[in-house]
Nanobody
Framework: QVQLVESGGGLVQPGGSLRLSCAAS????????IGWYRQGPGKQREVVAG??????????TYVGSVKGRFTISRDNAGKTVYLQMNSLKPEDTAVYYC????????????WGQGTQVTVSS
């Protein structure tokens, strides 16, 4: 059972930056696709950014509202994925979740507990 733990959330002023981390209990990112999702107040959960497994080329994707502001990356050890968030806006306020899905065996699907990001002056 893979465990994911997010950290790095907090309160930040509009225009500020935060870096979220998603730490896995095992070195899985070579064969898992990783996604950052968020769920704002009264909203459905949405995907924010994704990165494919190392064996699949490590391609990144972003939802339109965060392109150019957010960057997803991972460390070489394959156990931590980051979400660098710049130029934060109040509408970025949400609980951010990390998700890991096995590249071939999609039934292996894990979620972290989430970390709160609040953008407010």
């Amino acid at each position: 059972q893979v465990q994911l733990v997010e950290s790095g959330g907090g309160l930040v002023q509009p225009g500020g930056s935060l870096r979220l981390s998603c730490a896995a209990s095992e070195s899985i990112f070579s064969i898992y696709d990783i996604g950052w999702y968020r769920q704002g107040p009264g909203k459905q959960r949405e995907v924010v950014a994704g990165i494919t497994s190392i064996t699949s080329g490590g391609y990144t994707t972003y939802v339109g509202s965060v392109k150019g502001r957010f960057t997803i990356s991972r460390d070489n050890a394959g156990k931590t994925v980051y979400l660098q968030m710049n130029s934060l806006k109040p509408e970025d306020t949400a609980v951010y979740y990390c998700n890991a899905v096995h590249r071939q065996q999609r039934m292996y699907n894990y979620w972290g507990q989430g970390t709160q990001v609040t953008v407010s002056s």
